[in-house]
């Protein structure tokens, strides 16, 4: 995840082009935008996150305030506040996880054992993917465009700080979309979001749970919980998808 400090890190880099661009309607400032990136200026999402990926190792995937001494502390720490609250939305059946944006793959393999069977884990970086710690019931898979599944295919889904990295309206939809379209009729999907009220980062969006859970419109999410990273609030959704509708 992105952090305020680092938001302004970026904002001091690029801010003489992105002052000039925030002045501009919509259209133009995104086209702007797409032309800066063209042309070098600006880091697309992909190379941002593969250099972070590159520099920080496992730490990228934090807070960057936080030590790379404590990583396994931030990891620890959500494991015991987020692995109970996941236990208690399981059902029996819930036994194959996608961990979307898998990231280093922190929580993967205990994912798979959390829920006694498989788990999948996808992420656009790919040297997150070879940084990902290998185990019998885990497999993970470099995300592109798509998720590299069948509709229906998994009975949870699982995104602990991953749709804030998505800055853009129309990719958000379209990987909220695919979400929706692996995920199994009445499978869960288990959401844990940065919500802070603050400014957005080149590489960082914030949005309210409200706007979370009006991205899953199949999804009856709802908030369960929510807890604080150094001074950012970060909030846990969790609902199932509901069964298609019979004509």
């Known amino acids: 995840m992105d952090s305020i400090s680092e938001n302004a890190r970026a ?8 002052s000039r661009v925030r002045s501009l309607p919509r259209k133009v400032r995104n086209r702007v935008r ?13 190379q941002y996150w593969q ?4 520099t920080h190792g496992v730490r990228s995937v934090l807070d960057l305030r936080h030590t790379d001494t404590e990583v396994d502390e931030v990891t620890a720490r959500q494991v015991a506040l987020l692995f109970p609250l996941l236990r208690g939305c399981l059902g029996p059946d819930d036994r194959r996880l996608l961990d979307f944006g898998c990231g280093p793959g922190r929580f993967t393999p205990l994912l798979a054992n959390l829920v006694g069977g498989t788990a999948v884990g996808v992420d ?13 019931n885990v497999e993970y898979r470099a ?7 069948a509709d229906g295919s998994f009975d949870v889904v699982w995104i602990c700080v991953v749709l804030g990295g998505i800055v853009g309206r129309r990719e958000l939809k379209r990987t909220a979309r695919e979400i929706e379209r692996v995920l199994r009729p009445g499978g869960l999907l288990f959401l844990v979001e940065n919500t802070s009220e603050t400014r957005d980062g080149y590489y960082w969006k914030y949005r309210s749970v409200d706007d ?5 419109p199949s999804v009856a999410l709802a908030p369960v919980s929510e807890y604080v990273d150094i001074d ?8 199932r998808r509901r069964a298609a509708r019979v004509s």
């Open 11 to 18: 904002r001091k880099e690029y801010a003489p082009p992105a």
């Open 212 to 216: 979370y859970r009006r991205l899953f």
């Open 143 to 149: 995300l592109r465009r798509g998720i590299d599944a």
């Open 124 to 136: 656009p970086v790919e040297r997150y993917v070879d940084m990902a710690p290998r185990a019998p």
């Open 232 to 239: 950012q609030r970060i909030s846990v959704l969790a609902g």
């Open 34 to 46: 797409r032309v800066l990136r063209w042309l070098g200026l600006r880091p697309s999402a992909r």
């Open 51 to 54: 250099t972070r990926a590159l």
